[in-house]
């Protein structure tokens, strides 16, 4: 449903705002080139014959051919789309292996120095906008200390840059999230039970408070794949990172709308499919919700 | 007075000073936005006629974050000023009238939120061109679904209370039970979260303007200083610090206000997922 949706909304944003093959071709074509390329594209037919065949098409997997790169839009993403997965999973992995553990330390530590150097760190994460910080490490690691490459693709060192600066669009977010939500479970009945039972305190956090304080974590996780997925159009940008980010700018300036219409409809897909899992790990993270279920 | 509250009127103070200096930026500014010295082109930060240095070709940093504040902070709340009430339209429409239209309009609202912000305001603006006008209207296209969602949920909350079942057992009707029993007790969460959209389109205008999408090329704002500046990294770093930095502090500031305004306001927001979605 919500992927037919966006195919109309994709659909429409290009023809709402007159003629779309006035935006494709250059401004100073002469009215034959625009004629031809109209009829050579089907813009001359009834929109409903437009929309149907482009629905059609692309449930096929077939979102046209890039005007500029005279290629099929599903191979240009095809081949883009991996290198923006690894940096977005990159980026995902490294937010959670910095947010959680300081998200859990301040909620262990509340009211300390550590709590709160660890909040404001986050706050700070929250208002850093990734195009400059992404900046600021090029300038420094790069540039500076010659640590690690600036653009392109194809090692391990290659991807640090840009996934860490791509990581804080999430990062301060969730470690004030697990804090909260943490906080929250560790004054339940069930957790100062197991610590009169003589469980261990890492074992108390792990497996009795952060399982239960899991499912707003794993929903904000979801939510907030689109903000990664969005975020690495301007991180792929900076380090010319060869995916659809990058492919979907390039487009924009080439006034290539077949890749843009695709680029958003695939994007917009893989984040209703990535909520779709966090649904069905509800049902994984909560016995309860699988036993309302049945 | 509190930490929080403290931390509320430094980040109110900063607000208000740069609003002062971005109204006044004519009288403000020690140079015209655009006015080039290329004599005096990639002078570093020093005090003299160039306090933060010149860019790279020669035009004062100081004056243009002066005059590129305007630019960020009107599109900031204007955007918010227009998508605000359209998302408190919907919301309170679907949540009231219930059924087929809450159904329609909160599935218009789920197609638009699967679309990534950035990837959809730069998709409508290189649709309807650049331009201050078409950048407003595109965050304002970008951004009311937050509303939306927001204000539906607390009307379905408010609707099954006791004054608007006494309203309507009065003969009030439909549009009156809206606007004067719904409407303003849904209101509190919606200011807080404005506020914190206000901060999100500024980073967004930004992200647009580094991209090259934003206002037209003779405007100066705060992303295109800092687009401008990343080919001048390694020799001219205050190019990019300070609009970044710039950016990183009014955002700041408009956050902490915002976590100041939500516990006052509407301390159920705190410590929920919502409140961090925002």
Known sequence: ?294 | MRRGELTMWLAALFLGLTLVVAIFAGAVAPYRANEQDIARRLQPPALGPHLLGTDEVGRDVLSRLIYGARISLLVGVVAVALSCPLGVFVGVLAGYAGRRTDDVLMRVTEIQLAIPAILLAIAVVAVLGPGIRNVILTLSVTGWTLYARLTRGETLGVKARDFVQAARATGAGDLRIMTHHVLPNVLSPVIVVAVFAVANMIILEATLSFLGLGVEPDVVTWGRMLNGGRLYLSTAWWITAFPGLAIFLTVLAVNLLGDQLRDWLDPRLRNTLRSHQL
């Open chain 1, 1 to 294: 449903m919500v992927g037919l949706g966006v195919s109309v909304a994709v659909f429409a944003l290009v023809h709402l705002s007159g003629d779309p093959v006035l935006l494709m071709v250059s401004p100073d074509a002469p009215p034959e080139v625009v004629t031809t390329t109209r009829h050579v594209l089907g813009f001359d037919r009834p929109l409903y014959e437009q929309f149907g065949r482009y629905l059609g098409n692309a449930l096929q997997g077939n979102l046209g051919v890039s005007l500029r790169m005279n290629r099929p839009v599903t191979t240009l993403i095809l081949e883009r789309l991996p290198a923006t997965l690894q940096l977005t999973v990159a980026a995902l992995v490294i937010a959670v292996v910095v947010a959680i553990p300081a998200g859990i330390v301040s909620a262990v530590k509340r009211g300390t120095l550590i709590d709160r150097l660890a909040m404001a760190g986050a706050v700070a994460g929250q208002a850093v906008p990734i195009f400059w910080l992404a900046l600021l490490l090029i300038a420094f690691f790069g540039v500076r200390l010659r640590w690690l490459p600036v653009y392109g693709s194809g090692s391990l060192a290659h991807f640090v840059l840009p996934a860490v600066s791509l990581s804080t669009i999430i990062m301060g977010r969730l470690a004030r999230l697990v804090r909260s939500s943490m906080l929250e479970v560790l004054g339940q009945d069930y957790v100062r039970t197991a610590r009169a039972k003589g469980v261990g305190e890492s074992r108390v956090l792990a497996v009795h408070a952060l399982k239960n304080a899991a499912i707003p974590i794993v929903t904000l996780l979801g939510l907030q794949f689109a903000q990664l997925l969005g975020g690495a159009v301007v991180t792929e940008t900076i380090f010319a990172w060869p995916g659809i980010g990058r492919l979907v700018v390039e487009a924009i300036f080439n006034r290539d709308f077949p890749v843009v219409q695709g680029v958003v409809l695939v994007v917009s897909l893989i984040f209703v499919a990535v909520n779709l899992l966090v649904d069905l790990s509800y049902a994984v993270l909560d016995p309860r919700i699988r036993t309302e279920t049945a």
